[in-house]
């Protein structure tokens, strides 16, 4: 059902909330985006104690990175915007 989220606009809305939340919470968004790469690239090791990830569940932590990726682009675009109209 992956292929259904990535065209439902609710679901691409909720995971940009996600980081645009962190953002305003002044969380380093750089930092949450290249974490959940690592997360993805690293996976569960062999024999670790960590429960096997799903292929359902990887696919929807990419998709979540994918959405955040575009969405730290777009915070960071309109953050710039702002700085050059603020007063002087």
Do not use: C, Y
């Not at 996600?18 to 024999?47: H, M, N, Q, S, Y």
Request: net charge negative; aromatic share 8%; glycine share 6%.
């Amino acid at each position: 059902m992956l292929w259904l989220k990535r065209w439902n606009f609710i679901e691409r809305a909720r995971l940009e909330r996600e980081l645009w939340d962190a953002f305003e919470g002044g969380e380093d968004i750089e930092a949450k985006v290249e974490a959940l790469r690592r997360a993805l690239e690293e996976g569960p090791t062999e024999g670790s104690a960590e429960s096997p990830v799903s292929p359902a569940a990887a696919g929807e932590e990419a998709f979540r990175l994918e959405v955040w990726e575009t969405t730290r682009i777009r915070i960071r675009r309109i953050e710039a915007l702002m700085r050059d109209q603020a007063p002087r």
